[in-house]
């Protein structure tokens, strides 16, 4: 039986702080799904396997949840990233290490960062607080991504094409 792999579309915007979208994302009627937490992620590869492809593996720990993660390689656009992506829900986190070190992966990198998830029909809006900034992604139908910036004021200017592990490795955080 051969499945579709589903397609994430987002984009990530750099955003002053995450304080003054609350009301703005409240006005275009985004309703909160998870309050401001901690995130930890660690990405696991065999060597530079994942990477050289630009796929990656994601195991993360968020809203009293654990989730795997794989991503493959980003599809050109001039602003939203779309990429492949397969997500499940993990049962055991340990396990979960312990089979992907059975596999010959190993843990590369650790993202610890603070988020808050929010709601509205088929979009999702997270707000992100990391070491080196604050930033807003949203994720969805392209349109609706755009119109959504559009309404809160942001542009092409606020994108931030890097991905969060390559502003963690350039800030030398991990």
Sequence with gaps: MKHRIPMETEVKLRIPSTEAMLPLLAALGFSE????????????????ELRSKGSALRL???????LLTWKGPKLPDPEL????EIETV?????AMENILSALGYSPVMTMV???AMFLRDALVACLD??????????????????LAMEHLCLNASHIEPRSYP???REHGVS
């Design 33 to 48: 799904a998870e309050p401001m937490q901690a995130e930890h992620s660690t990405l696991w590869d065999r060597g530079e």
């Design 60 to 66: 993360r720990r968020y809203a009293g949840q654990c």
């Design 81 to 84: 990233k779309i990429r492949p």
């Design 90 to 94: 993990i049962q055991d986190f340990e």
């Design 113 to 115: 960062k603070r988020r």
């Design 129 to 146: 607080e990391t070491p080196f900034g604050s930033y807003l992604e949203l994720e969805g139908d392209p349109q609706a991504i755009r």
């Design 166 to 168: 390559t502003l963690f």
